[in-house]
């Protein structure tokens, strides 16, 4: 008898803290959503005012971009000059994020949404989903990698 008591004992203790562990796991979960949401908004303020360091500064030191048609670029430094070169190209554009979903495993998180481009006029120049992977590192939240895709029609009717 006395096994069996040891035994339900240990079970109900080993159970016992099994809330508490979700509750920190939510938490855990409902702060990276939040740091990533800030992250979001603070790439979408630096892009849309055409600030290509304030882009990369949301970016790991050693992250990639994979931007359509283009090999990808890797680390803070690349990623500032594809940026500047972006805008130097189309100055004035704008760029709308929306997260769709996001899914946080520990210190990584991938989020999934989808992204609107505008003209300096307010028109419509291209829109599509990305994908995004974060990490956490000296408690903050970067991106390791990004990749979007246009979900509009190839201007020469390809793929």
Same mark, same amino acid.
């Given at each position: 008898?006395?096994?069996?008591?040891?035994?339900?004992?240990?079970?109900? /203790?080993?159970?016992?803290?099994?809330?508490?562990?979700?509750?920190?796991?939510?938490?855990?979960?409902?702060?990276?959503? +939040? +740091?990533?949401?800030? +992250?979001?908004?603070?790439? #979408?303020?630096?892009?849309?005012? $055409?600030?290509?360091?304030?882009?990369?500064?949301?970016?790991? #030191?050693?992250?990639? *971009? /994979?931007?359509?048609?283009?090999?990808?670029?890797? $680390?803070?430094?690349?990623?500032?000059?594809?940026?500047?070169?972006?805008?130097?190209? =189309?100055p004035g554009f704008t760029n709308?994020?929306?997260?769709?979903?996001?899914?946080? +495993? $520990?210190? /990584? =998180?991938? #989020?999934? &949404?989808?992204? *609107?481009?505008?003209?300096?006029? &307010?028109?419509?120049?291209?829109?599509?989903?990305? /994908? =995004?992977?974060?990490?956490?590192?000296?408690?903050?939240?970067?991106?390791?990698?990004?990749?979007?895709?246009?979900?509009?029609?190839?201007?020469? $009717?390809?793929?």
């Amino acid at each position: 008898m006395r096994k069996w008591t040891g035994a339900l004992l240990a079970a109900a /203790m080993a159970a016992a803290p099994a809330p508490a562990l979700a509750q920190d796991e939510d938490q855990a979960e409902a702060e990276a959503a +939040a +740091a990533i949401a800030a +992250a979001n908004a603070a790439w #979408e303020e630096a892009y849309n005012a $055409g600030d290509a360091a304030g882009v990369a500064a949301v970016y790991a #030191e050693d992250a990639t *971009v /994979m931007a359509p048609n283009m090999d990808p670029v890797t $680390g803070r430094e690349a990623i500032q000059a594809l940026m500047q070169a972006g805008f130097d190209a =189309a100055p004035g554009f704008t760029n709308t994020l929306e997260t769709t979903s996001l899914e946080v +495993a $520990g210190d /990584m =998180a991938i #989020e999934v &949404g989808r992204y *609107v481009a505008t003209d300096p006029d &307010g028109g419509h120049v291209d829109h599509g989903p990305y /994908m =995004a992977a974060w990490k956490k590192a000296d408690g903050e939240w970067k991106l390791a990698a990004d990749i979007w895709n246009s979900g509009m029609p190839a201007p020469d $009717g390809g793929t």
